[in-house]
């Protein structure tokens, strides 16, 4: 089980593979009109807000995905409704949950929604509808400070190196198709799949991520409470120059591995997650597989995987992840692994691309859709498997380091829509 070379496939195998990976994101990877629309939904949206007399002075920020450019053409639009009251991130969910119910009220109203869904025990009140003028879905919470502030860090990882884009999507894309991307089914949430794409590169020999821990060694969920612009610019500020401080001490070290190498050393290294999650989390925060047993916060929690939040420490993004969804999500990467591991499999891009691709997007690619199922695995001992893993993690001992280039922007996650 090889947790740190980036595939044990030469590259020669993986021509066609790499073609269709190509494909795929062009099919699926927003075009600027994408861009625009979203744009477009999120200044309207604005507009019905203006009508909310509970909200005069408030704005409107996205934020999720769409900010840290890990949106596909069919990604929804998380939105966070910021008030001019001086409370911040201290806004109590009562009062969240009473303007909750104001915009829905004004959504209906104005008649421009649809499959309205108010959540208003979630862990953070929500609001999901689509609109019916630009067919997006919008997932609308209040006050989201953290929500924002998590999504220009993934947007400053993600130009680190440009992998990372590009994994991420094809990540999501297979892992729906496989139906592990479904947190309401008690499978993993798109950001648990991202922060196993970043574990995956700050795993990689040589590494491509650094920890996040030298990146923003705070807890962002603490830095945020009494929110203000000051603490944003100092957030910003400080992993910009520990990102600037990678990027210069590691010029010339840089992970050579094609994107086809990089997605099938990341199926390898989380197919026999199911055993591994028993004892160990992932935590990209130090950049390593932690033992559960070494942290308190993690120990005393009921849990079948622990992806530790790294701006949100000690909670666990994957927590929606059931004992029985661990063995489908386990399954699955193991049977993308042995797929991308066939010589037949690897020559044939109907193939390739049916395993990797829902309908919608095999169909583009002129692809007859198959039915995707995962199939079932071998008898696993779950003592060899922990032995071999705790093997290879004695050779992690070593500070980790970012190898690639970067430039910060703030210029696409400053957009404020004023109502």
């Known amino acids: 089980m090889d947790y740190y070379n980036s595939s044990s496939i030469s590259s020669d195998r993986l021509g066609v593979l790499g073609l269709c990976l190509r494909d795929i994101l062009a099919e699926i990877k927003p075009a ?19 009508s909310v007399q ?7 920020k996205p934020f999720g995905s769409f900010v840290s450019n890990l949106y596909t053409k069919w990604g929804d639009l998380d939105v966070s409704v910021q008030l001019d009251n001086g409370l911040g991130n201290s806004a109590s969910k009562t009062l969240k949950r ?20 108010f959540i208003p025990n979630a862990r953070v009140p929500l609001l999901i509808y689509e609109g019916n003028h630009h067919n997006i879905s919008f997932d609308v919470s209040i ?11 993934l947007l400053w990882i993600s130009q680190m190196d440009e992998r990372f884009r590009d994994v991420v999507l094809l990540t999501k894309e297979w892992a729906k198709a496989q139906n592990i ?6 499978t993993l949430n798109s950001y648990s799949l991202c922060l196993m794409v970043i574990f995956h590169f700050q795993t990689c020999e040589p590494p491509i991520l ?80 932690e033992r559960i047993d070494s942290n308190l916060g993690w120990a005393r929690t009921s849990r079948s995987m622990l992806i530790e939040d790294p701006f949100e420490r000690p909670e666990n993004a994957a927590r929606t992840v059931g004992p029985s969804e661990l063995r489908v999500v386990s399954n699955a990467f193991t049977d993308a ?25 095999s169909s583009q690619l002129g692809v007859r859709p198959q039915v995707h199922y995962t199939t079932g695995t071998a008898a696993i001992d779950p003592a060899a498997v922990l032995g071999r893993f705790e093997n290879v993690m004695r050779l992690d001992r070593r500070s980790h380091a970012s190898t690639s280039a970067v430039t910060v922007s703030r210029r696409a996650n400053e957009t404020t829509y004023l109502l």
């Open 32 to 50: 600027d009109s994408d861009r625009i629309t979203r744009l477009n939904a999120i200044n309207q949206f604005s507009d019905y807000l203006r």
């Open 210 to 289: 650094p920890p996040l821990g030298e990146i923003y060694g705070g807890n962002i969920s603490d830095d945020v409470t009494g929110w203000s612009s000051i603490s944003e610019r100092h957030i910003g500020d400080v992993c910009a120059a520990n990102i600037e401080r990678f990027r210069s001490r590691n010029l010339r070290r840089r992970n050579q591995s094609s994107l086809a190498q990089l997605l099938v050393s990341f199926f390898d290294k989380f197919s026999e997650v199911e055993t591994v999650a028993s004892e160990y989390a992932i935590c990209t925060h130090t950049g390593r597989w």
């Open 337 to 361: 692994y042995n797929k991308l591991s066939s010589s037949s499999v690897l020559a044939n891009r109907n193939s390739l691309i049916s395993c990797l691709t829902r309908s919608r997007v």
């Open 98 to 117: 009473s303007l909750l119910r104001d915009i829905m009220k004004a959504l209906r109203r104005y008649g421009v929604a649809r499959y309205i869904h």
């Open 181 to 186: 991307n479904d947190p309401k089914s008690g």
């Open 54 to 60: 509970s909200l005069r002075g408030a704005v409107v």
């Open 143 to 153: 006050d989201n400070y953290l929500g924002i502030m998590k999504s220009k860090i």
